[in-house]
């Protein structure tokens, strides 16, 4: 099973930036997909990026396509999601996720089978 550990949350104004990256353990983490999810206050976790084992495919939920950027780095078993243009609505606890599947050549939210977790790092955004 795969370790993740997220950082780079924080506090930020409305129509800022942050990037948030998870760093896994283990020798598979190549082999996963890996997604982002969040669950804000009230309401359940939901699916907002994924991107394949090799990189070569990504989607996004419909709310952050266009300001949210996923991306991997095998070689340093980490994976990225850059936030930009962030809104309030945005707020929330973000939370890494390795695919349970190896090699998944095409990623989708409804197709991601969640085998591990991280623990979560905070995002909120001032209005």
């Known amino acids: 099973q795969v370790q993740l550990v997220e950082s780079g949350g924080g506090l930020v104004q409305a129509g800022g930036s942050l990037r948030l990256s998870c760093a896994a353990s283990g020798s598979t983490f190549s082999r996963h997909a890996m997604g982002w999810f969040r669950q804000a206050p009230g309401k359940e976790r939901e699916f907002v990026a994924a991107?394949?084992?090799?990189?070569?495919?990504?989607d996004y939920a419909e709310s952050v396509k266009g300001r949210f950027t996923i991306s991997r780095e095998n070689a340093k078993n980490t994976v990225y999601l850059q936030m930009n243009s962030l809104k309030p609505e945005d707020t929330a606890v973000y939370y890494c996720?390795?695919?349970?599947?190896?090699?998944?050549?095409?990623?989708?939210?409804?197709?991601?089978?969640?085998?591990?977790w991280g623990q979560g790092t905070q995002v909120t955004v001032s209005s």
């Open positions: 991107v394949s084992w090799s990189g070569g495919s990504t």
């Open positions: 996720a390795a695919d349970r599947v190896e090699f998944t050549m095409v990623v989708t939210a409804k197709g991601f089978d969640v085998g591990s």
